[in-house]
């Protein structure tokens, strides 16, 4: 079998790949603008792996889920991964959910889902597939509104038709997949045939017709939307004919009277400006020289125009013109009221207005403007300027430019917005029609003319189509597409026969399940009760070598338990004892038979088992459990623990009593041994934890006392004699012994109680020996003892806490020098033992130990008679050190016989390595 998680991961990246690629094949069949689907198995499929591999299968269902909406958005035309994360997410809580409540309601184990019984099948379909798969179509409709792949109004539609395919998808996809990996294989390995089969085919039927009547439907909806996007189109262009006609009028009226004042053409605008018109404005150009300004302004005003002045735009991104340029100004413009504001404007300097003013000079053709932000229009909003040079005589020819642009004398001009002009035609269209109306000058810096924001740069959808306008020297697109359901191509009608094809797929499958869960069920009841007869037999067969070798178990049992059996009569008489309980009491069978059980009970313990035993009769309890004790033969007396309870017969009367009698002597006697060691150790507690504290409060008043003896002793205005200064030199050496003895007390208890804190880094042993011998070198001095290092060259380093080595080496070089004859010696050498441990030992020419002496050297307290000597010392610091040195996973042990000195030998690790070693 693979480990756990290989089985997994294989698992879950079949149920990935099998949900992405049947999803994907399944959304085939949606019908735009909805992206839901009359059957959607892999629905079926999420349920039934979970219900058969648990719910650990929800990752892959999410990212199956995830990968197919992906492809579906980016196909569509909405790339973006929150809704399809969102749509994972609701497919696999769906599939959590179906499969929970099919389990938990159903109560069966997940590897028994058998759907043999007609209930089972109910709660199946209700649970798994009806009442989960609302949560998939919530969530799912929710991510197309806020992707906005789907409108408000389109999320009924969308929501119905997704909870359909998910049901149906379930009721077909999950007994199939269930086929192939449901438990017990038993039940549905041979349903592949009977069940997978035929659904399979029904449901492939049902595919390829629903996919025909689609395409029936799909080919009608797009004539019908192309005949509306058409007739839209068509529309268009005969409204952007206005202004053209208006250009074209104003062009003859300008050049019949070239003088014409603003009432007389305020007049012939009148009706053209009239209610419904889609013109903003039509005006009239003049071209003036730089020297006729001055004149030119003045006549205006003479025309009633009161501050009419010739001026360039102050707008970022307009032109400037130089002084000796010709100008065309903006000398009569209708209605005036709204587009005063453009009177006097050099159109030549607006960058859009250019190249149409430069195309319509030359050619004498009507030339548009890109969309850019009108001289009039306070607001945002893109216009189109439609302009016609007007000329005075003979143009010339089209291509002699400087006889064109000599005759010039202005242009007549008609504004329009291009969004005004489409909005109606939008409301002429069909409603489920959305318009946009693009530039394709791919120089233009608005390409959008009209329509909502970013639609010139979306990508269309299938049901689509783009038409090419040529309006005056622009070349347009009108962009039209559903952005709604088409009335009468609503696809109801594909739906409705899948789903009723589908419906009596799932019903067949349904049958097929009763029907082979019945067969089945049958055929299992036939072997169940063909088996239940042959064990009958078998049974009946065994049943006598059964019961005589239950006969011959009893007996070894009862012959050799290593407790005592004791079977009585009501009265308490023995009828049937085991070799133990003989061996216990000292009296043989034949013995304890002609007495009762109450005659070997210690006199102290008779009234409390008699008054059990009558309590056991009467019938208030069923048994007695109690420590008691038995006179044995020969009068020694037994603790045991007895369990007394009643047996009876065939028709439920009292009729022997059976005890079981254990032996319980030792066990007290260790319980009592527990409880004194418990004693023990909570005395040895008590007294750590006295030191402790008995320690920290001699430690305050004693370092009070040091310091106020070093201020006298640093003297003031009254100098001590030299008695007092040696008093108080006593009693400074006092407190710094007894100072030190409280310390070790202190070390001692915190070994004891397991507070020692250490660090454990590489030491180099040369300079802390040499840094410890410092502090001891004035004391070895005055007694001439001589000190002496040699360290091998591969053992100079151990690993150890440096202040509790140091403390250790304090400790065994005081003693060295303590306990040492004059003019003695003390000599510290070391030397490697393999790679992995150091030995360095401190030797003295002293008194030496003798073997009694070295057995009790470790004791704590024991100064092994050097209590009596001059040398100080508490008869804690060896048993401080010998710990210490263990805690730093080393070893302290000591060489000596009397009169020869004392050699203590520490075995330290070398290394952090060596340590570890040592642990394992």
């Not at 058969?52 to 579906?72: E, H, I, K, T, Y």
């Not at 000591?894 to 330290?908: K, M, N």
Request: contains cysteine; hydrophobic residues 45%.
């Amino acid at each position: 079998m693979p480990p756990p998680f290989l089985t997994w991961a294989l698992r879950s990246l079949l149920l990935g790949l099998a949900y992405a690629l049947i999803s994907v094949l399944a959304l085939r069949l949606a019908l735009p603008p909805n992206y839901a689907t009359p059957l959607y198995p892999s629905a079926g499929l999420a349920l039934a792996a979970l219900l058969c591999w648990g719910w650990r299968m929800v990752p892959a269902v999410v990212l199956g889920s995830f990968a197919a909406n992906v492809l579906l958005a980016m196909e569509r035309g909405h790339p973006s991964l929150l809704g399809p994360a969102l749509i994972g997410v609701g497919a696999g809580l769906q599939a959590w959910v179906g499969a929970w409540a099919v389990q938990r309601l159903r109560g069966a184990d997940p590897e028994e889902l058998s759907l043999t019984e007609p209930r089972d099948l109910a709660l199946f379909y209700a649970l798994g597939a009806g009442l989960s798969c609302l949560i998939s179509p919530s969530m799912g409709a929710a991510a197309l509104w806020l992707n906005g792949a789907a409108t408000l109004a389109q999320l009924p539609s969308t929501w119905g038709h997704w909870w359909v395919g998910d049901t149906l998808g379930v009721l077909i996809g999950a007994p199939i997949t269930l086929t192939l990996i449901g438990q017990p294989r038993a039940t549905w390995a041979p349903r592949r045939i009977s069940v997978a089969l035929p659904m399979l085919a029904a449901t492939l039927l049902m595919v390829l017709a629903t996919s025909q009547v689609i395409s029936w439907e799909t080919q009608g909806q797009r004539q019908a939307f192309e005949r509306d996007a058409l007739a839209a189109a068509n529309a268009l262009e005969t409204a952007l004919q206005e202004p053209l006609q208006a250009l074209a009028a104003n062009q003859v009226l300008f050049s019949i009277y070239p003088n014409l004042n603003r009432r007389e053409f305020e007049r012939g605008s009148v009706a053209r400006l009239a209610t419904g018109s889609r013109l903003l404005a039509l005006g009239w150009a003049a071209r003036v020289g730089p020297s006729e300004l001055a004149a030119f302004d003045a006549a205006a005003r003479r025309d009633g125009l009161a501050d009419y002045r010739v001026h360039e735009r102050q707008r970022a991104g307009d032109l400037r013109i130089a002084t000796d340029e010709d100008k065309l100004a903006i000398r009569l413009i209708e209605p005036l009221q709204r587009n005063a504001s453009a009177l006097g404007v050099n159109i030549r300097a607006i960058p859009q207005a250019r190249p149409a003013l430069d195309h319509a000079a030359r050619t004498g053709l009507p030339a548009a403007t890109a969309g850019f932000r009108l001289s009039q229009d306070s607001a945002d909003n893109t216009g189109v300027v439609l302009y016609q040079a007007v000329y005075a005589g003979e143009p010339g020819e089209p291509d002699n430019q400087a006889l064109r642009q000599q005759a010039l004398r202005g242009m007549v001009f008609a504004t329009i917005r291009p969004d005004q002009v489409l909005d109606t035609v939008v409301r002429a269209s069909a409603p489920y029609l959305a318009f946009c109306l693009v530039d394709t000058d791919p120089h233009t810096a608005r390409p959008l003319l009209a329509g909502k924001p970013g639609c010139a740069a979306q990508t269309l959808p299938p049901l689509s189509r783009v038409h090419k306008l040529q309006f005056s020297g622009r070349a347009w697109e009108l962009r039209a597409w559903a952005a709604g359901p088409m009335p009468s191509h609503d696809g109801m009608g594909s739906l409705l026969f899948a789903v009723v094809g589908l419906i009596s797929t799932a019903l067949l499958g349904a049958l097929l399940l009763t029907v082979t869960g019945r067969a089945k069920r049958i055929a299992d009841l036939v072997t169940e009760r063909t088996a239940e007869l042959r064990r009958e037999v078998q049974e009946r067969e065994r049943a006598a070598e059964a019961l005589h070798a239950s006969e011959e178990r009893f007996r070894n049992i009862f012959e050799h338990a290593a407790v005592g059996l004791v079977f009585t009569d009501l009265r308490g008489v023995p009828q049937q004892v085991n070799p133990y309980f003989c061996r216990l009491v000292g009296f043989s069978s034949a013995e304890l038979m002609q007495r009762s059980s109450i005659a070997i009970t210690h006199p102290d313990d008779r009234a409390e088992d008699l008054r059990l035993g009558r309590s056991l009769l009467r019938g208030e309890i069923d048994s007695y459990r109690r420590n008691k004790r038995y006179i044995t033969k020969f009068g020694q007396i037994v603790q045991v623990r007895a369990l007394v309870s009643m047996q009876r017969d065939a028709r439920g009367e009292p009729f022997r009593l059976v005890g079981v009698v254990e032996d319980v002597t030792d066990q007290l006697r260790l319980r009592e041994l527990e409880r004194a060691r418990s004693a023990a150790e909570a005395a040895n507690q008590a007294k750590n934890e006295f030191l402790s504290r008995i320690s920290h409060e001699l430690r305050t008043p004693l370092n009070a006392m040091l310091g106020f003896t070093q201020l006298l002793e640093l003297g003031g205005e009254q100098q001590l004699s030299e008695q007092q200064r040696g008093w108080l030199a006593q009693i400074r050496a006092a407190g710094w012994h007894l100072l030190e003895m409280i310390n070790e007390t202190l070390d001692w208890s915190r070994i004891e109680t397991g507070a020692l804190k250490l660090e454990l880094a590489p030491q180099a042993l040369e300079p802390l020996l040499a840094s410890t011998w410092a502090m001891l070198e004035a004391d070895a001095a005055k007694r001439g003892i001589a000190y002496s290092v040699e360290l091998a060259a591969d053992a100079q380093q151990v690993y150890a806490d440096a202040t509790r080595l140091k403390q250790v080496f304090t400790n065994l070089l005081s003693n060295a020098v303590k306990y040492n004859h004059p003019q003695g010696q003390v000599r510290v050498s070391s030397r490697a033992l393999g790679d992995e441990r150091i030995e360095i030992t401190v030797a003295d020419t002293g008194l030496g130990l003798s073997e009694a002496q070295q057995a009790q050297l470790f004791q704590p307290f024991n100064r092994l008679g050097r209590e009596l000597s001059q040398a100080e010392g508490t008869g804690i610091g060896l048993v401080i050190c010998k710990r210490l040195v263990e805690a730093m996973n080393g070893s302290l042990t000591v060489r000596s016989a009397t009169g020869q000195g004392a050699s203590f030998v520490l075995d330290l690790p070398a290394s952090a390595g060596a340590m570890s070693s040592a642990a394992d």
